[in-house]
């Protein structure tokens, strides 16, 4: 089993910036992949952007340029600058842990962003 624990989110205006953290316990070796996923209400969750254990990162079109996904393997953290936040991005945000065929999330964290 993997922990997730999120943290950072609350309410922001527009055009100002947040730093999500997500840390990981339990079973965290051979967790390959990690990210952020988003959920507004009343849509489906997306991906917001992943991060492999080499570094490599996918970002959804919306947030390019404007967030950046990070990881610390020592510290089993993986973080989410996002800067330039538009009223569209408020939603509950996920962190997800990948780990062979399995999937795991944290309990989310709400990001409010006023106009």
């Known amino acids: 089993q993997v922990q997730l624990v999120e943290s950072g989110g609350g309410l922001v205006q527009a055009g100002g910036s947040l730093r999500l953290s997500c840390a990981a316990s339990g079973s965290i070796f051979s967790i390959n992949a990690m990210g952020w996923y988003r959920q507004a209400p009343g849509k489906q969750r997306e991906l917001v952007a992943t991060?492999?254990?080499?570094?490599?990162?996918n970002y959804v079109d919306s947030v390019k340029g404007r967030f950046t996904i990070s990881r610390d393997n020592a510290k089993n953290t993986v973080r989410l600058q996002m800067n330039s936040l538009k009223p569209e991005d408020t939603a509950v945000y996920y962190c997800?842990?990948?780990?062979?065929?399995?999937?795991?999330w944290g309990q989310g964290t709400q990001v409010t962003v006023s106009s």
């Open positions: 991060i492999t254990s080499g570094g490599s990162t």
């Open positions: 997800k842990a990948v780990r062979g065929s399995y999937g795991y």
